[in-house]
Each structure stands twice: as structure tokens, then as C-alpha cells.
T-cell receptor
């Protein structure tokens, strides 16, 4: 079974530029999550999708961050314009319905904003 | 208050020894789930083990076991017979409430960096 796929793996941009990250979850997983992990910290949830609907985006900085999951499968997270403090690893995870609701993570995208 | 507390920023352990990574949690919800993830230098979060708040037995998965002490609100990870490949960051995480679409968010601790010495 293929895992969660993410691209790109690394991205370097200058502040005020825009950037987009892509995620393809494990086949059949209805729930998709985007987390931000700043160096030295644990991941923090940005947004959670259930199929193509948003379940929780309370910690998403909506003035600059946006995300979509149009067909209920893969998802895109965008930052526009980027700030220095957006430098982090962006992790995508997916899960299926079940008692444990274990989230499986992709390899992440390391973003550096200069 | 921190929901997940990991008090050991770093640990050094001799190969083949057992190691315990500490995790305490804070919640008023009677239904919750506790997870441990491993994050090697490559960056991917690897699921290790899960404990539900109503589970009667401590969870075990191969060399990993979870020492769940509900009254103390602790969920320590025990790795038996450590190996060089166990060197990584380890994160404890909690899901509050019953999983029912909408509350599956995980809250993570700050992690413990484990280094296994040959």
C-alpha cells in the first residue's frame, strides 16, 4: 500500500513570494490533514478535510494561507505572500474511519523563506 | 496549560538497553487517544503505538510498549533492546474526544531526541 505522497520535498523562496505544496493521501482515506512543524516544536494542525469539506481550519492564518481538496482526494496548500516565520516543515497526513483514527504522515515539505 | 508535556529534550542510551520516554497529558475529556510517533532525520512521522483511554491493557507493538497510568495522566513509551536505528525524535500526541469526524486533531508535545550509543 502506497503511503502519503508530498511534493516538493524542499523549497526556498524569498519573503512576499508565493508557494504551493501538494499532497496525495493513502488510497481510500477520507480525512486529510495539513500540519506545520516549526524547528524544535511538535507539529501543529493547520487544516483538516473530511472528503472535500473543511472540518477544522481554526489555526490556519487565512490572510495568507489557503488550502483546497477539490475532488476529495489530493490537496494543495498555498502561502501567499510568504513571511520569514513561515519557514517550517509542512506535513500532510491522512486517516480512515475507525476506532483508532491513526494518522499516517507523508515525508513533509521543508520550506525556507529568506 | 500544556496539553502534552515531554520533559526530556534529549536522551543518550547504550545500544541494547531499554529506554523510557516520558509523556504526561492534560484533558478533562473522559474519552481520548494517545499516540507515539518517531521522526527520523528524514522528517517523516512514523506511527509507533496507540492507547485508548478506555483500553484496559497497556498497548504493545513489537519492541514498543506504552506504560499507561491513567490516574497520573502519563503515557510513557518503553523501547526494549534499543538499536542504532532507534535514534530519532519521538513525539507524544493526544486526540481528545471520541473520533467522530471533526475532533481527530492531534496535539503534539515538543518531542524527545533519542540517541543510541554503540
Amino acid at each position: 500500500e502506497a503511503g502519503v505522497a508530498q511534493s516538493p520535498r524542499y523549497k526556498i523562496i524569498e519573503k512576499r513570494q508565493s508557494v504551493a505544496f501538494w499532497c496525495n493521501p493513502i488510497s481510500g482515506h477520507a480525512t486529510l490533514y495539513w500540519y506545520q512543524q516549526i524547528l524544535g516544536q511538535g507539529p501543529k494542525l493547520l487544516i483538516q478535510f473530511q472528503n472535500n469539506g473543511v472540518v477544522d481550519d481554526s489555526q490556519l492564518p487565512k490572510d495568507r494561507f489557503s488550502a483546497e481538496r477539490l475532488k476529495g482526494v489530493d490537496s494543495t496548500l498555498k502561502i501567499q505572500p510568504a513571511k520569514l516565520e513561515d519557514s517550517a516543515v509542512y506535513l500532510c497526513a491522512s486517516s480512515s474511519r475507525g476506532a483508532r483514527e491513526t494518522q499516517y504522515f507523508g515525508p513533509g515539505t521543508r520550506l525556507l523563506v529568506l | 496549560a500544556q496539553k502534552i508535556t515531554q520533559t526530556q529534550p534529549g536522551m543518550f542510551v547504550q545500544e541494547k538497553e531499554a529506554v523510557t520516554l516520558d509523556c504526561t497529558y492534560d484533558t478533562s475529556d473522559p474519552s481520548y487517544g494517545l499516540f507515539w510517533y518517531k521522526q527520523p532525520s528524514s522528517g517523516e512521522m512514523i506511527f509507533l503505538i496507540y492507547q485508548g483511554s478506555y483500553d484496559q491493557q497497556n498497548a504493545t507493538e513489537g519492541r514498543y510498549s506504552l506504560n499507561f497510568q491513567k490516574a497520573r495522566k502519563s503515557a510513557n513509551l518503553v523501547i526494549s533492546a534499543s538499536q542504532l536505528g532507534d535514534s530519532a525524535m519521538y513525539f507524544c500526541a493526544m486526540r481528545e474526544g471520541r473520533s467522530n469526524f471533526g475532533n481527530e486533531k492531534l496535539t503534539f508535545g515538543t518531542g524527545t531526541r533519542l540517541t543510541i550509543i554503540p
